[in-house]
């Protein structure tokens, strides 16, 4: 069906959480036809998947020239990857900085496992652009965000499945507050506030405590992250960063 109506199609990394849920909306722009897949790899916080499914509902709901793009959901099994990376994500060790200078939330090619799953997908689906919300801007802890990781990829993937895969990252150059700009600049303050009320970033699973930025413990590094990107956004007078 891409092929025939010459759009390549998107497959969106879905976590449920604020970056990704702004990719979702960037690609929902985009592209004629979009998919989501999530990654089940023995998180701590079935909230997580959770949040999956209240954000793709609302934004049907919010945005009905979105909801006629959007189409199915996968949910991939990676719990065996999972088993692998004992980290502070997937256990019930604290959050702290490594001997090598990474989180402990590090999960080592967690990254790459979900490109090559997605794009397996993706090729059985008929779409060709991959959509994650890496980003190297405000932490760059994690070397499988780094776009130079991805190029790479991107590369081994079409070569190792005939293929002409994009890997689309439109966070990449964003900081946290510019996340929040694109956010409102792709729709309005009702995105906004499918962010705020429906995303997932809290390490800890926490739903509880409502903030103005959304709901979290408020201490984790991804509630910092996002409390501080909401502040500087907020400070800056919400303005609106077109797409
Ligand atoms: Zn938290």
Redesign the pocket.
């Known amino acids: 069906m891409g092929l025939m109506t010459g759009d390549p199609g998107a497959l969106v990394l879905f976590s449920g959480g604020q970056d990704s849920t702004a990719c979702l909306a960037w690609a929902l722009e985009t592209y004629g036809r979009v998919e989501t897949v999530g990654f089940d790899y023995g998180q701590r916080h079935a909230v997580e998947l959770e949040a999956r499914q209240a954000v793709r509902s609302r934004l049907a709901k919010a945005f009905p020239a979105w909801a006629r793009r959007l189409g199915a959901d996968h949910l991939l099994d990676l719990r065996g990857f999972g088993a692998i990376g004992d980290s502070a994500l997937t256990s019930e060790r604290a959050i702290e900085i490594t001997d090598k200078g990474l989180p402990s939330t590090f999960v080592p090619g967690r990254n790459l496992a979900f490109l090559v799953h997605a794009a397996a997908l993706a090729d059985r689906r008929g779409l060709s652009v991959l959509v994650g919300g890496m980003c190297e801007t405000d932490f760059s802890g994690y070397p499988d965000c780094r776009r130079d990781t991805l190029d790479a990829m991107t590369q081994a993937l079409n070569l190792g499945m005939a293929q002409t895969f994009e890997i689309a990252t439109p966070l990449m150059r964003l900081t946290k507050a510019e996340t929040w700009a694109l956010a409102k600049g792709l729709g309005g303050e009702a995105l906004v506030d499918v962010i705020v009320d429906d995303s997932h970033?809290?390490?800890?699973?926490?739903r509880e405590a409502a903030h103005p930025w959304g709901r979290?413990?408020?201490?984790?590094?991804?509630?910092?992250l996002?409390a501080k990107g909401w502040a500087e956004w907020v400070d800056e007078g919400r303005p609106a960063l077109s797409p």
């Open positions: 970033t809290c390490y800890l699973g926490e979290g413990c408020g201490t984790c590094p991804a509630c910092e996002r």
